[in-house]
């Protein structure tokens, strides 16, 4: 069940936060529009985001959500339950 309804541009940010956090670097060394790889987000930070969005956000994340979404941008437009924006590539939520 969804707790709230929120901003892609507020979801990036958190987003942001998250991985500055894991990575223990600056959130203003990220760039929301850079693959997160970049910075070294392995799939066990992928992982552990994925979590941490089901936790905060009371949804489920499937195993293969971060195949094709390598920025915050596309990981933030990839999750319309939360947003309530059609998702990236004009999808409504499931």
């Known amino acids: 069940m969804l707790a709230r309804t929120v ?9 942001t936060e998250r991985i ?19 910075y070294g987000v392995d799939s066990l930070a992928r992982a552990t ?3 941490d969005i089901e ?3 009371g949804v489920e994340v499937e195993p293969d959500f971060f195949k094709d979404r390598v920025t915050i941008q596309d990981i933030a437009a990839g999750l319309p339950q939360i947003t309530g924006e059609p998702a990236a590539g004009g999808r409504e939520p499931e």
């Open 7 to 15: 901003t892609v541009e507020f979801l990036e940010e958190w987003i």
């Open 20 to 38: 500055a956090d894991y990575l223990e670097i600056s959130v203003d060394d990220i760039e929301v529009d850079e693959n997160i790889t970049h």
């Open 49 to 51: 985001l994925g979590a």
């Open 55 to 57: 936790d905060e956000f």
